[in-house]
T-cell receptor, first 115, second 110 residues
Framework: DTEVTQTPKHLVMGMTNKKSLKCEQH?????MYWYKQKAKKPPELMFV???????INESVPSRFSPECPNSSLLNLHLHALQPEDSALYLC??????????????FGSGTRLTVV | GQSLEQPSEVTAVEGAIVQINCTYQ??????LSWYQQHDGGAPTFLSY????GLEETGRFSSFLSRSDSYGYLLLQELQMKDSASYFC???????????FGAGTRLAVHP
């Protein structure tokens, strides 16, 4: 299995809703990531998990809450989002370790619309 | 902070060769990666350079000069399916922190 699977593919939520994005990989990767991508912009790093521990939070607002229940799963919990949070949310995984980069494998993303 | 610069758009014809340049300024630099992204698709890993020199993978090659803080992606024998956005990305520090440049939109014409 060489894929990162993200669910749901599309999500529309109101500003008072609580929802979660899910990401799963079975490549044995011990580093997992959340990126946010707006149209015609590059992916923007949000969070990095290394060996199931949060290692980087790029000053993301607390209405986004990541969780890594085990080495294969990564969640992003959403609460009280704003319309400007509408974007494509990409999950990625890679081998962990300092300076290693055998390439990130990205999921197809969840296209989120906040109304 | 980090900054990466790459051209916003490049146009080429089928069968041609195109080079996409990337310059960067960053602390804690470990290496330079390249990703391809088709419209509506996920970024796909193309290459990674940690050391100076050229890495070749099929029709794609990538080059890095650490002393010049410069790299490029070379695409040969262009095909229509190569029309996509290409991002250079720097790997920073010891925590797998990958930061993307703004991207270069490549349009391949017949």
């Amino acid at each position: 299995d060489t894929e990162v699977t993200q669910t749901p593919k599309h999500l529309v939520m109101g500003m008072t809703n609580k929802k979660s994005l899910k990401c799963e990989q079975h490549m044995g990767h011990r580093a997992m990531y959340w990126y946010k991508q707006k149209a015609k912009k590059p992916p923007e790093l949000m969070f990095v998990y290394s060996y199931e521990k949060l290692s980087i939070n790029e000053s993301v607002p607390s209405r986004f809450s990541p969780e890594c229940p085990n080495s294969s799963l990564l969640n992003l919990h959403l609460h009280a989002l704003q319309p400007e949070d509408s974007a494509l949310y990409l999950c990625a995984s890679s081998q962990a370790g300092q300076g290693t980069n055998y390439g990130y494998t990205f999921g197809s993303g969840t296209r989120l619309t906040v109304v | 902070g980090q900054s990466l610069e790459q051209p916003s758009e490049v146009t080429a014809v089928e069968g041609a060769i195109v080079q996409i340049n990337c310059t960067y300024q960053t602390s804690g630099f470990y290496g330079l990666s390249w990703y391809q992204q088709h419209d509506g698709g996920a970024p796909t890993f193309l290459s990674y350079n940690a050391l100076d020199g050229l890495e070749e993978t099929g029709r794609f090659s990538s080059f890095l000069s650490r002393s010049d803080s410069y790299g490029y992606l070379l695409l040969q024998e262009l095909q229509m399916k190569d029309s996509a956005s290409y991002f250079c990305a720097v790997l920073i520090g010891g925590y797998n922190k990958l930061i993307f440049g703004a991207g270069t939109r490549l349009a391949v014409h017949p």
